[in-house]
């Protein structure tokens, strides 16, 4: 009887063990190009035209951007302007400061420039403004946009924690804690 408990064990431990069948789905279309082919396969829409100034605002608005991710990684300082350590206004600040932009140095000073937008209109390079006090009632945090893709906004701020890095608004701490949104470019 011991003999046939430990075969039936070790015949199960087997067969679980075994591969088990995995079903893979992919969301991304994919393009598949045969070797030597010079033809382009991919859907194409149409360009979008954008008139003079618009092109101009992105390309200082990506200039910002890259300014400010050339901070990642940074510990976060209180009052800090410099990869030794930075804090959120302060890498807002610096940043702007660096493509020949004066604006405000505090987070709350910060939210009175520019103009008010609507979170379904914000676009790389708008600033997102925050409230992460229990017990005061002003803007204290602020974050650059740095991407836009769909109803995901990613932005550059300094935590107190990780430092400087790339949150998104979807996360729900940072959505709870959104004021307001401010184009300045």
Known sequence: MLRKTIILL?????????PGKKRRTYNKTRTVSVEGSTEDTSPKSEPKKENKREGRKNVKADEIISTAL??????????????????????????????????????YQMALEGNKIRVSD??????????TSKTGRRINHVGLVVDVNGDDIKFIHATTSRGVLVSSLREGYWNSAFVKAMRIL
């Open 70 to 107: 050339s901070y990642s990684g940074t510990r976060y300082k209180y009052g800090g302007t410099t990869k030794k350590g930075m804090d959120c206004s302060g890498l807002v600040y610096v940043s702007l400061k660096e493509n020949d932009i004066m604006f405000p140095r505090t987070s």
């Open 10 to 18: 070790l015949f199960f431990a087997i067969t679980a063990c075994g």
């Open 122 to 131: 914000v676009e790389k390079g708008d600033l997102l403004f925050f409230q």
